[in-house]
């Protein structure tokens, strides 16, 4: 299929730098997965460093924003989990669908090379730090302002913690997420009986 549109090149591209190092992964490689000839795809980006920082502001900084997996945040800390979780399980579709999870020479699950992914872009999207600090900031306010209503509506304990339950929350995905990446990968629905364990020590 031949490539038309400056999207289309992306969305191919990311199944390429998501399975190799970005160093390995010439123009040449990239123009043959997007159906375009080198010229072609210099034309859409100039050069390689260009349609990497492309892909991760896609399948990164975007991504991963809040407003991206869902409009408006549920109204009880109950409902949210289930949300979260949603937006969780599309995401994966979304990026199985990219880059196929049949075709792994290494037995590898489309998480392990996601996690790949994001170490590729800490290492060569400039100044790439302050804006994945500023991505995770959002993710954890936006847990503390659901848990902070839950609380003041009698949802959970008087007693908790805002803060620290929103790490519990948050770094039971990141935790899960990454050591299952090395096996079959995130099994969302153990995700979800993890989140809702949680939520029953917090509950009023």
């Not at 500023?134 to 936006?142: A, I, P, T």
């Not at 839950?150 to 949802?155: D, P, T, V, Y």
Request: aromatic letters at 14%; one cysteine or more.
């Amino acid at each position: 299929m031949i490539i038309t549109n400056r999207e289309e090149v992306i969305d191919k591209a990311f199944g390429v730098f998501i399975k190799m190092n970005y160093e390995k992964a010439s123009i040449i490689t990239l123009a043959k997965a997007c159906g375009l000839t080198k010229t072609g795809i210099v034309y859409y980006f100039p050069h390689k460093l260009d349609l990497f920082i492309a892909v991760a502001d896609k399948y990164v900084l975007q991504m991963h924003k809040p407003e991206n997996k869902f409009a408006v945040p549920a109204d009880t800390l109950a409902e949210f989990i289930g949300q979260y979780v949603a937006g969780i399980t599309s995401s994966m579709k979304r990026i199985v669908g990219l880059i196929g999870d049949s075709c792994s020479p290494h037995d590898c699950s489309p998480n392990f090379y996601y996690f790949h992914f994001l170490s590729q872009v800490r290492m060569y999207y400039p100044d790439i730090r302050q804006k994945i600090e500023r991505v995770y900031r959002q993710d954890y306010e936006l847990w503390e302002k659901v848990i902070q209503r839950a609380k003041e509506n009698g949802e959970i304990r008087s007693d908790t913690d805002v803060k620290k339950a929103a790490a519990m929350f948050r770094q039971m995905f990141f935790g899960l997420s990454y050591e299952q990446s090395f096996l079959n990968g995130l099994n969302v629905d153990e995700l979800a009986e993890h989140f809702h364990y949680i939520y029953s020590l917090l509950k009023a």
